[in-house]
């Protein structure tokens, strides 16, 4: 949370206080009604999250600097990417309300710099040869519904567009973007500062350095390891995202800039129906879980939704608009998919800013109802084997304790044998996978 100058400037009130992973907002409309008339709004309400950080003032003894944000939330982004799962953070706020400073940070200090010196500190882990890593990263901006690569330079020296694509099983990607293998911290610096000096800003009424385009730092980490003597790879992608400043159309602006800002708020808008549309799904998956208690995990994918109107009595989830956008498409597996993810909200606590404010953390909260199904992006095999080896080790315990309770012989020997058989099977496949890698 951010005190723009702006607001500073306005003499603007403060309206939200935070008291460890609560935040308050007070509506001060609701404060100045002494006139005896009934007003329907609460006074204040009260947001609970996992983490609620208070940066308004770095004078300010509760000020949360960046490297404390990162701590918390950069802990949890390392241990998933170690892991092998996909991660995604994101900020979400008004225009001007520190979205950019939380994501990219500033030239003394970039955030995005946190992560990547904690992936390549643990580099120094793998000293036993039985591991390596690489880490190579991206940077793309969606600039009025268009791709380009931050990180690679045009021929012609004119913007050129890049094109999105889905793959079946990893999710939508861009088509040609430029990777970049680095090694360290500096080498980070570099390509962060040659992309924010391509990304596109403007002055706004509000904001006098506006993000006018969508902008996604990509890590691909890559672990190397040597599992069950069998060489494979187990793979992260973390998408750290910085959403342009939206903003009211302003009649003074020219064309260029009206398109501009009306391409943002049509990406904005439909990243806000998708977070809704998810949290209501996510909402009545888990309602119906818990409903139907014997209902399976291999089922649980099937479970409809009530909301949605149902055809001949039977429900389904509402339809997610991923591709209405470019930002909510190539985001699609961060949203609602293969991917844990952080959402920021940035919001400013002066009362001029009340609305925005309010709708900023109602996002936030139905945010928190998402389920997203994160898995290892690990080699097929690999992961084939590890299972089959488990279940072979269940198996064998339950041989053992068949042979102790060994008191109806004719029914345990047929139990024995097929539990037998079973251990077999499942070596024999083991050995097969290993002939054919
Ligand atoms: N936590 C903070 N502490 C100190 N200054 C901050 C903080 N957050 C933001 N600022 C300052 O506030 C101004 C606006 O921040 P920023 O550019 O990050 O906003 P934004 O939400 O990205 O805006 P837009 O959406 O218009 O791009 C910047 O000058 C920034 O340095």
């Not at 005896?36 to 600097?65: I, L, M, N, Q």
């Not at 339809?319 to 949203?335: A, N, Q």
Request: charged content about 25%; overall charge neutral.
């Amino acid at each position: 949370m951010c005190f723009v100058s702006r607001e500073s400037a306005e003499g603007g009130r403060v309206i939200v206080e935070v008291d460890d992973k609560v935040a308050t907002v007070r509506n001060i409309k609701a404060d100045s009604r002494l006139d005896g008339t009934w007003d329907s709004r609460e006074k204040t309400v009260a947001f609970s999250f996992d983490y609620c950080y208070w940066s308004v003032d770095p004078e300010d003894p509760k000020y949360a600097s960046q490297e404390m944000v990162f701590q918390d939330l950069g802990t949890s982004v390392l241990s998933g990417a170690f892991r092998g799962y996909n991660i995604c953070l994101f900020a979400y706020g008004q225009t001007g309300s520190g979205k950019t400073y939380t994501m990219m940070g500033t030239p003394v200090s970039y955030t995005i710099c946190f992560i990547l010196t904690g992936l390549f500190s643990r580099k120094d882990d793998y000293s036993d040869q039985t591991a390596s890593c690489r880490v190579k990263v991206s940077f793309l901006e969606i600039y009025n519904e268009r791709v380009r690569d931050l990180l690679k330079q045009s021929e012609h020296k004119k913007p050129y567009t890049l094109r999105v694509r889905e793959h079946p099983e990893t999710g939508p990607y861009v088509q040609g973007l430029s990777q970049h293998l680095v090694t360290d911290y500096k080498q980070v610096v570099e390509l962060l500062e040659e992309g924010i000096a391509k990304r596109i800003t403007a002055a706004t009424h509000i904001h006098n350095a506006s993000s006018r385009s969508h902008a996604i730092f990509t890590i691909h980490y890559t672990q190397a390891i040597l599992e069950n003597n069998l060489p494979s790879e187990i793979a992260s992608k973390i998408n750290l995202v910085d959403l342009a400043g939206s903003e009211r159309a302003n009649p003074s602006y020219c064309k260029d800039r009206i398109t501009e800002g009306a391409n943002i708020n049509k990406s904005l808008v439909t990243l806000g129906i998708v977070i809704s549309t998810l949290a209501q799904n996510s909402q009545m998956f888990s309602s119906c879980q818990s409903i139907n208690t014997l209902t399976s995990e291999g089922e649980s994918s099937h479970v409809d939704s009530p909301s949605t109107g149902s055809v001949s009595g039977t429900r389904r989830p509402a339809y997610i608009p991923y591709r209405d956008s470019i930002l909510t498409w190539l985001l699609k597996d961060s949203l609602g998919g293969n991917s844990k993810t952080i959402m920021i909200a940035t919001i400013s606590p002066a009362s001029s800013s009340y609305n925005e404010t309010m709708s900023t953390l109602r996002y936030a909260s139905n945010a928190k109802n998402i389920i997203n199904k994160p898995r290892v992006n690990e080699d097929a095999n690999v992961r084939l084997i590890r299972e089959l080896r488990e279940e072979i080790d269940r198996l064998k315990t339950m041989l053992i304790s068949f042979e102790l309770r060994n008191s109806s012989p004719s029914w345990s020997d047929d139990r024995d044998g097929n539990l037998t058989e079973l251990v077999l099977q499942n070596e024999m496949k083991v050995r097969m996978i290993y002939m054919l890698l």
